[in-house]
């Protein structure tokens, strides 16, 4: 029986997954084969680590920065709000405010239209994205949250990733970028969220899964 309890926000990774521009496809190579005469499977992994869902380190932005292994798991765990803001076309301050996300709220997961691309099944990347501004990761570093999540493979506007990025890294907020949310109401949740512990790297493959709490069944 399925277990309706969690919710699987992790986009599946493989062939036809969109990339960000000028970032290598995702590829799975075979290595050995059973088929083939060989005692076992095996295969070879290829991919950026911003690829599908993942998590960007400060590493990303700023050369000195944290790498991937680096990141603090408490922020990763824990009660999270899910905010619905499928109306607009970039995510502001004022937008935020508007939304009336409860006030200790640590984790923020905002799902925007883009997660239509998802439920779709595009394969092709597509630039007029919603994103978030500068001022709205002022919002979120001025209420202390510990991490933000966004349903597209960037928590910023196309072509405009420093300022917001920078705002957020350097503050400590763990970007949460490539989630799935398209089935997933607003409301409060618990977010498990494991990116790879990947030695200085910039950035992190993550599986991420939501816990729904009593009000959200």
């Known amino acids: 029986m399925k277990d309706h309890r ?19 496809p995702f590829e799975l190579e075979s290595l050995r084969n059973i088929a083939s005469g060989a005692s076992s499977n095996v295969s070879r992994l290829s991919m950026s680590v911003h690829t599908g869902t ?16 680096s990141l603090r798991i408490e922020s990763m765990l824990g009660r ?8 607009v076309d970039r995510v502001t301050a004022a937008e935020l405010e508007r ?54 493979l960037s928590v910023a506007p196309w072509k405009e990733g420093r300022p917001t990025h920078e705002i957020l ?3 400590g907020v763990t970007v949460v970028e490539g989630l799935n949310l398209q089935h997933v109401k ?21 599986r991420v899964v939501l816990e729904r709490l009593g009000g959200n069944r």
């Open 6 to 24: 969690y919710i699987e926000i992790t986009l599946a990774l493989g062939p036809g997954l969109p990339t960000w521009p000028g970032h290598p």
């Open 54 to 69: 993942h998590v960007d380190a400060p590493r990303h932005f700023f050369q000195d920065g944290a790498g991937a292994d």
């Open 80 to 87: 999270a709000y899910v905010v619905n803001l499928g109306k």
């Open 99 to 152: 939304a009336r996300i409860p006030s200790r709220t640590r984790r923020l997961l905002i799902r925007t239209r883009n997660s239509d691309f998802w439920s779709r099944g595009e394969t092709t990347f597509h630039e007029e994205f919603v994103g978030l501004d500068p001022s709205a990761a002022q919002w979120i570093v001025a209420h202390h949250m510990q991490l933000v999540g966004v349903d597209y």
């Open 169 to 171: 890294l350097r503050a």
């Open 186 to 206: 607003a409301g409060r949740y618990r977010v498990f969220c494991l990116p790879l512990r990947i030695l200085g790297s910039d950035g992190a493959p993550a």
